[in-house]
């Protein structure tokens, strides 16, 4: 067998052109995949030279930057299947990656089912496969077999390793193909992917979440924690960077107990700092912060780091130390304003961005205070404002004192007007000065502007052409716009 070290990215694609279809797939993964990778070709290439034409495929995200990044490695086995990748859905290979974290992404999975069924009808040819999160949940797949007999493929997200061989299953076969497992201690390492920028990448350095807050689905869906061995991770970035990419972004549910279930226990603080000693790597971001894991030695890495970014994304779900209990995020408001104060005095200028939940059962006009309370005392720059959704099986959604949809209407609306107003004051603050950022689009609205991103995560639209882009150039912030800036190239 190969030498593990010796794979990654281009490697599979020595590995796929080396599987032996003549005998049967091999046992051991990631091999198991670039076999079955291979077959897909053979079938895809008879279907194309019958069709007189390639074969199309569409990957389409719901959800979190985790279900961005699993997005990559679908897109990019299809790729290697000899797919042509299309931005629209009349394709012959259509995939969604799902998100259950609210009610409204199953909806919109519906409805957008709904759509799919009209193209399929047009081109009996094409196949639809369904993945990620809202595949973990059993009324889901029970509703999908009833009503949406059409969908030719699902899988959830224990076993997206195996893509290559369900796609060879479902093409193979004239019935819904179905493969959903409970959980696995399982991590695969070394799939292709297709990243959507050459310059910047995700990086997943852990799977799942042990926390079970009551409101919170991923427990179920995701899996317990399982942390990527920190050799694996660097490895996966030094190949990402010697392939262009300056930035990457740490995904985890939870990155603030990595490493606790390695055989070797490491911190998050420790490896950001091995991390940080990849040559020619320019930035790190990660996300998500628990706040009760956030360590002080992670602070000090923080504030010693060249290239830890300076923004730091920390849910608050709610400011009120009873709501909070409910919600099992075993942290008070008093802790949450004191890790605020410890992190803003070691790195004054970081931005704070946050989740907050409004509507949790039991949450009173007072508890509701609190949260604006908060708010006013931490000065986001930024916050995502979510009406609490009911998640079957959660311990939420069995409680009893839900809140009436006017008074969280009213408390919603009420949270983003403070929300917006005192994010627009924090994001002018830089006005006037010089910052780095990362070039990462034209604009598509003016293209003699180009679009970078600062440290602290906002954007700033400035004179540039394309070949800027993946680079990283000194811009000055003449005027901040509400929630971005505009500048000038200054080096
Ligand atoms: N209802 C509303 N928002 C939720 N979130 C997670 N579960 C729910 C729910 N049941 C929010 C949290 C989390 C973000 C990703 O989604 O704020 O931080
Ligand atoms: Fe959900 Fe809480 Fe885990 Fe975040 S930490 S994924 S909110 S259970």
Not at 272 to 280: A, F, Y
Request: glycine share 6%; aromatic share 8%; net charge negative.
């Amino acid at each position: 067998m190969e030498n593990k070290e010796l794979i990654f990215d281009n490697n599979a694609d020595i590995l796929i052109e080396r599987a032996d279809l003549t005998k049967e797939p091999p046992a051991e993964e990631p091999y198991r995949q670039y076999w079955f990778i291979k077959k897909a070709r053979e079938l895809i290439k008879a279907k194309s030279e019958e069709l007189g034409r390639p074969l199309t495929s569409s990957t389409v995200t719901f959800g979190c930057q985790m279900n961005a990044r699993d997005s990559e490695k679908l897109a990019g086995i299809l790729e290697r299947m000899g797919y042509v990748e299309v931005q629209e859905e009349e394709a012959d290979f259509v995939i969604y990656n799902t998100c259950t974290v609210r009610e409204n992404a199953n909806l919109r999975v519906y409805g957008r089912l709904g759509y799919l069924h009209s193209l399929k009808k047009k081109n009996p040819h094409m196949m639809i496969g369904l993945c990620g999160c809202m595949m973990q949940e059993p009324q889901v797949v029970e509703k999908l077999k009833k009503s949406y007999s059409f969908v030719n493929l699902i899988f959830g997200t224990h076993n997206i390793y195996k893509f290559a061989e369900l796609v060879v299953s479902a093409l193979l076969s004239d019935h819904m193909v179905i493969d959903i497992w409970k959980d696995t201690d399982k991590i695969v390492e070394d799939l292709p992917s297709q990243r959507k920028f050459p310059f910047k990448s995700g990086v997943n350095i852990m799977f799942g979440c042990n926390n079970f807050c009551s409101y919170c689905i991923v427990p179920y869906v995701r899996g317990r924690e399982r942390s990527r061995n920190p050799k694996d991770i660097v490895r996966e970035i030094e190949h990402l960077v010697a392939d262009g990419v300056v930035e990457v972004m740490l995904l985890g549910q939870n990155v603030n107990s990595y490493g606790k279930n390695l055989e070797e226990p490491m911190t998050f603080a420790q490896l950001l700092q091995e991390i940080e000693k990849i040559e020619g790597l320019k930035r790190i971001r990660f996300m998500t912060s628990h706040p009760k894991d956030l360590s002080d030695e992670l602070i000090e890495v923080m504030k010693n780091s060249k290239k830890i970014c300076k923004h730091l994304h920390l849910p608050l779900q709610s400011g009120s130390t009873d709501i909070l209990k409910v919600m099992n995020r075993r942290y008070t408001k008093e802790q949450y304003l004191n890790l605020v104060e410890r992190i803003r005095a070691a790195i004054p200028d970081i931005s704070l961005t946050t989740d907050i939940i409004v509507g949790f059962p039991g949450e009173t006009e007072e508890d509701f205070l609190e949260t604006m309370d908060v708010v006013e005392k931490v000065q986001y720059d930024s916050a995502f404002t979510f009406i609490y959704s009911k998640r079957t099986g959660t311990p939420a959604a069995a409680m009893e004192n839900q809140i009436p949809e006017d008074v969280v209407k009213d408390r919603f609306d009420r949270l983003l007007s403070k929300v917006q107003e005192i994010g627009r004051d924090m994001s002018s603050r830089d006005t006037g000065t010089v910052q780095e950022v990362l070039v990462e689009e034209q604009n598509s609205q003016d293209p003699h502007l180009m679009t970078g991103r600062l440290s602290n995560n906002l954007l700033v639209h400035f004179e540039g052409d394309t070949s800027l882009l993946g680079q990283i150039c000194q811009v000055r912030l003449d005027e901040c716009r509400g929630f971005y800036y505009m500048g000038t190239k200054v080096g």
